[in-house]
Nanobody, 126 residues
Framework: VQLQASGGGSVQPGGSLRLSCAAS????????MAWFRQGPGKEREFVAA????????YYSDSVQGRFTISRPGTKNTVYLQMSSLNTDDTAVYYC????????????????????WGQGTQVTVSS
């Protein structure tokens, strides 16, 4: 499975961005997709995840209600719609894919994921 993330950029506080993660290769093996982020001097942290079929979604407390993860129809692309952005959201955002079944605990761990995209920078500043 190969993952290609895109859509990052610079935005003012309160603004919105939509990130995309295009999956290719053996996509039939994917059980879940997720977004993580890594801010300057910080560890990589969980942002959001969803089952490949879209039946379940998970969010970190810090983005709940502001971000939405989705996979429209049967496209091999997962989106992260980000709204009400603030400076704490500044980070490199990575998409990831898991070929293993997920649960509400494991889905938040980097070890759950087998494949990672290259990252896309999101900068929120005035």
């Amino acid at each position: 499975v190969q993952l290609q993330a895109s859509g990052g950029g610079s935005v003012q506080p309160g603004g919105s961005l939509r990130l995309s993660c295009a999956a290719s290769g053996f996509t039939y093996s994917i059980y879940a997709m997720a977004w993580f982020r890594q801010g300057p001097g910080k560890e990589r942290e969980f942002v959001a995840a969803m089952s490949w079929t879209g039946g379940s979604t998970y969010y970190s407390d810090s983005v709940q209600g502001r971000f939405t993860i989705s996979r429209p129809g049967t496209k091999n692309t997962v989106y992260l719609q980000m709204s009400s952005l603030n400076t704490d959201d500044t980070a490199v955002y990575y998409c990831a894919a898991s070929v293993w079944a997920i649960n509400s605990v494991g889905v938040r761990r980097t070890q759950q994921y087998d494949h990672w995209g290259q990252g896309t920078q999101v900068t929120v500043s005035s």
